[in-house]
Structure formats: structure tokens, C-alpha cells
């Protein structure tokens, strides 16, 4: 197959000269009235031209481009009838306080129209942490909702049909813990695992490179993920066990170019050590899941989502000729950017939400959280969510967009664009690759660096008013702005999440968790097989906390190099 | 001969959100301040220890998790402690106006929210530091 090797043919003269000569015009009328701006560009940073044509796609091919929907190489979508057949899911993210707070929140989604759930848990257990340890206090409840042992994942899903609904976890170095422990929770109410279906998030790499909650040093953190591969495929194979994220990357500052380049170089690291590992990439890559961020720049996102589903098909094609077409389909959740919502003129938010839904979908996304206008400030209130998914149900329901598959196609300007983040990826994949591949340039501080430099240059344009926030750096208002209702945690939910601990290591059987956390350990040093030693372990009742520190004995730890 | 401006800045607790701070630490730096970045995940008693080895006149706390009303204080208490009355503690992050009240009378001289201008930031840090040393900024 052909790699971009069509974009290299010759450009015909005929319609340049009719290009040069509009141009010519152009310039003489800028001449007399100059345009708003000295210089055009995305909010990445790519420059825009004042007019796209035929001549902007030398030797576009649009059987070879874009394919069909549901043919390779899917810039068109991953299926033929795309949201004619089913509308992307509504995911909404959710989680706070307790285990009983968030399966009431849960209750809520579901009993509003969302498809799927998804968990946000809080920042000790990301960390793998307990809510009993002291790095812990303050935090307990606060970003999320805090899960210690089987105890809590059982009021969290109670009464919730785990056969029927998908699960997305949010969660990376103790994913397969916490996963374990969702198994378990299932086991328990006689769900087999066949039947189970979600996502654990689980995508160390862009720890490292953004979100930077990890626990083992990267090399441990990747058998890891790989471990989860091989027992996903064979024991629950409606389970997504990684969702490569794009998301953290760019809220922590990058372009969307990086943000499509590191993601899917992450996910093609993610294939080479499983394949490495002796797995058959026809089993595992369908397991895979990615989830991208969608920012305001409406073409330059939904040229984002479009290139990516291209150059996944096309590496993975390249790179293993997979029999199996699943293996080169990119699925993906989108969510709208949390870094571009402003605490000023809070309902400002509601519209750039609906225009980034708007985007991700125009995108062909397969699953989207749409943030709330009060995410500034704390964790959402219930009406505040609401309104998040409800601006999906308009854009589903009411806008007509979702009735024929790809409108967008053919647009000479998207187009462009969807090349331009092709090449972009082409120049970041040369450079990775040249290191040895992703492990070697996070190890490196390479996509760190690179996105520092990307941050750093945005807010200069902010500061510079070259990029236009409103609300921030024009059409300020001098009042300190509306009060709006905001979520507030409260703090008996750190002391009784202790008191739930205590009493859980003082009510289970001490032998058995003995022989689980003895069984953890040898594993771990020996390098063996861990996800059947932490199932073990959730049926044994035994933390987070506690399993986590035999992982850090077993590899060390990791610590932030703060690269600025 | 007038010093640079030495800056820690810091991420306490287990919050991992760090764009700020390095953005911040950037500017602080390009203004001519010597800026010592210590990295996430720090406990407060190593955020102060780090100011005393870096003859630190100013710490700068981020925090984005709402763990601000533990975390904030603490720092704030062991400088009290370790007798570092002349070293400015300032901070940034996602913290409620109420809030931001409460933890000026724990000793955090000023908050900066989202919004806040590298500009608006840098000249802050120079002329507090400058008041502290009794000098003009």
C-alpha cells in the first residue's frame, strides 16, 4: 500500500495560473483595506492561507485518502453506517466523595440518557494510593471518587447492570489493580467476565510525557500494560485494556499536531512490545482504545480525528499486516477541552462545549464526554452535567449533522488540514522512531520538552492578544463575574473512607490475603503473569495501597526530572 | 550589588497538573529570577526544605487539586517553624474566592487564578520580594 506517495505527483498548471491570478487580485484588495490580522493561523499554530482550492490537494486521491466509511484507510470512519446505525456514545465522566455519592451520580446519567459510564477516580487512588496514607489527606474524595478495596467498588456499581452497560476507568499505574477489583465486583453478583464490556484508561507512556500519575519507573510501567493485553484478549474480550490518550497531552499544553503524534506513536509502542512479548497482534490491537481532546479550532479538530484514523490504518498496515482489519481500526472517546473553559464569564463555557461537541462529532468520533461550564471551579454540579449532555442530545437529535456519514469530505480547506496534521505526524514519528521509539524519547524527555515549548508559546500569543480569549484578553468585564452554584466536597468523606479501610483490613480473612499478597509478590519479582495475582488479591480484599507498594519494591519508583 | 531574585517553585500533594507552574517558572526565569522547579508530588516539609538549601526569597505553591486548604497552611506553618519570615509565599491554581480569604490569614500573601497574566504574575513576585528586602523593586 502506498504511504502518502500520491501527494507527491505534480500540481497541473491550468488551474494554478487561475489561482495566481485571484491571488494577485487578492493582494491588490489587501493592499487597500488590510485584513484584520498580520498573520492567520490555527490555534496550534498552523498557518492558514486565505483561500483553499483544488491546487492545496496536489495529487489528492480521495479512493486512496479516504476511502469509504469503513474502508481502509477510514479517514471517512471506522464504520459504514457510522451514527445513521447508532449515535457515538454519551460518555459522560463522573465521580467525587464516596463510593456512594458517585453510584448515586451513576444512577442519575443513566436514568438521564447517558450509554455508557465512566469513572474519575480521586487522586490517592490514581496515585495508588490509600485514603489512610499521609500523602493522601486533603485529597480524599476531591477529584474523584476514592476506591481503596473490593468494598468500595461494591457500593459503586451496586444495583448497576454490569452485563448491560460499558465502564470506562479512568485510571493508569494501578489500572490493573483497580480492574481486578471491577472484576471481582462482577464475579460476585455472577457476571461472567465474557459479558463484561469497557475501558481501563491505562496508557502509562503519557504519564510520563503529561499526566504524570505514575508509580513504576516506564519500562515496568509498559510490561504492565502488556500484562493487561494478554490477560484482556484471553479472559475478557469485550474489554478495551488500554485507551491511548491524547487528551492529557494537550491539556497539558501541546499542539494538536503533538497531540496526535505522541498518541498514536504511544499506541504503535504499545503494539511493538506486545508483539515483542510473543502476543499475535490480531488478538490484542482490536483491544485497543484512543481518546483525543477536542479544542476549539473546529477544522484543525476535526481534521485531527480524520488523520488519525488514517495514519493508524496505514502504520499499522505498514508495520504488521494485520489479517485481522479490526487491528487497524482506530475507535475512539473524545471530550472537550478542560483547559479551554475560563472561570470568567462562566456561561461562556456552554457555547465553546457545543462547538467542540460539534467538532468531535463532524470528526467521527465513536465517544464523547462534553465537559461542564463549572469545571473552572470544582467538580460539576448535577444540573450543570445535565446540561453538558444535553448539548450532545441537541447536536445528536436536533442539528442534523449525524444523518449522513462524513459531510465534510472534500472540503479543500479540511483537507489541507487533515494532510498538514499527516505530515506533522510524519515529522514527529522520524524523530521518535530515530531514538528507538517512544520508551527511548519519554526516557529522554523528548515529547516533555517539546510540549513545554508548545505551552510556553501559546500563552505569549494569549499575552500578546495574537490568540483571542473571551472573557481573558478581550471583551473583559471589571465585575469579578457571576457567582454560580459549585459542587462542594464534603470533608467527613475523608474521615469515614479511613474508617471503611480500618475496617476492611480488620474484617477479612487475614490468611487468604496473606497467600494472595505472598502469590502478588513472587510474581512480581519473578516477572511473571500479574493480572490472575491481583483478581486474587481484590477477592481478598486486599488495597490498592497495599499492592501498589509490592509493585514499587518489586521496580522502584519514579520520580518527576520537572523539565520546565 | 542587588541579588537575582531566587524563586522555588512547587507542586505539593499528589496533584499532577503542571502546566501552570512551568509556564510560570518560565517567565520568572526570562525575567531575570533564579527559578528552581521542584517537581510534582512533593510533601510540604520538602517544598520548605528545598526554599532553605536555595536561600529561597520566594515560594510559589500550584495547586489544582482542592487539597489547597490542607496544603497551603501546612506550608505556611513550616516556614513559621524553620524561621523563614523574611521568604514570600505566593501561589496559583484552581481555589475559590472563599477560600482564597481564608488562606490569607494563614500567611499566603497572594493567590493568582486562572486568567492571571505572566506580566501581572512576574511584576507581583518583583516588587514583594523587593518590599521584603526593604529595597526599592
Known sequence: MPLNGARSAPAKPGPNARKNEWLARYHAAVA???????????????????????????GFDPEQDLGLPGEFPYTRGVYPSMYRGRLWTMRQFAGFGSAEDTNARFTYLLAHGVTGLSTAF????????????????????????????LADMRILFDAIPLEAVTTSMTINGPASIVWAMYLAAAEERGIPFGMLGGTIQNDCLKEYIAQREWIVPVKPAMELVVDSFRYGAREV??????????????????????????????????????????LDVNDFAPHLSFFFDVHNDFFEEIAKFRAARRIWAREMERRY??????????????????????????????????????????????????NSLDETYALPTEEAVTLALRTQQVIAHES??????????????????????????????????GMGGMVAAV????PQREIVEASFHFQQQVEEREKVIVGINKYVEATA?????????????????????????????????????????????????????????????ATVGEQVQVLKEAYGEYHDPGYF | MKRPIRVVMAKAGLDGHDRGVKVVARALRDAGMEVIYTGVHQTPEQVVETALQEDADAIGLSLLSGAHNYLFPRVAELMKERGMDDVLLFGGGIIPEDDIVALRAHGVERIFQPGASLDEITAYVREAVAKRRGQPA
Open chain 1, 32 to 58: 487597500k483595506h488590510p485584513e484584520r490580522k498580520q498573520r492567520f493561523s490555527t490555534l496550534s499554530d498552523l498557518p492558514i492561507d486565505p483561500l483553499y482550492t483544488a491546487d492545496d490537494l496536489p
Open chain 1, 443 to 446: 526516557e529522554r524527555g523528548y
Open chain 1, 237 to 278: 474480550p469485550k474489554w478495551n485494556t488500554v485507551s491511548i490518550s491524547g487528551y492529557h497531552i494537550r491539556e497539558a499544553g501541546s499542539t494538536a499536531v503533538q497531540e496526535l503524534a505522541f498518541t498514536l506513536l504511544d499506541g504503535l509502542e504499545y503494539v511493538k512490545w506486545g508483539v515483542d512479548a510473543g
Open chain 1, 122 to 149: 480521586d487522586m490517592p487512588t490514581l496515585m495508588g494510593r490509600d485514603a489512610d496514607d499521609p500523602l493522601s489527606r486533603g485529597e480524599v474524595g476531591r477529584e474523584g471518587v476514592a476506591v481503596s478495596s
Open chain 1, 321 to 370: 499486516h494485520p489479517a485481522n482489519e479490526k487491528a487497524l481500526l482506530m475507535r475512539t472517546h473524545a471530550q472537550t477541552a478542560g483547559v479551554s473553559l475560563t472561570a470568567q464569564q462562566p456561561y461562556n463555557n456552554v457555547v465553546r462545549v457545543a462547538l467542540q461537541a460539534l467538532a468531535a462529532v463532524l470528526g467521527g468520533t465513536n465517544s464523547l464526554h462534553t
Open chain 1, 481 to 541: 463575574g457571576e457567582k454560580i452554584p459549585v459542587l462542594a466536597i464534603d470533608p467527613e468523606v475523608e474521615r469515614k473512607q479511613i474508617a471503611r479501610i480500618a475496617e476492611t483490613r480488620a474484617t477479612r480473612d487475614g490468611g487468604r490475603w496473606r497467600e494472595a499478597m505472598d502469590r502478588l509478590r513472587a510474581q512480581a519479582k519473578a516477572r511473571g503473569e500479574l493480572m490472575p495475582a491481583f483478581v486474587e488479591c481484590a477477592r481478598a480484599m
Open chain 1, 400 to 433: 442534523g449533522v449525524s444523518e449522513t456519514v462524513d459531510p465534510l469530505a472534500g472540503s479543500y480547506y479540511l483537507e489541507h488540514l487533515t494532510n498538514e496534521m499527516e505530515k506533522g505526524f510524519e515529522k514527529y514519528r522520524d524523530e521518535i522512531d
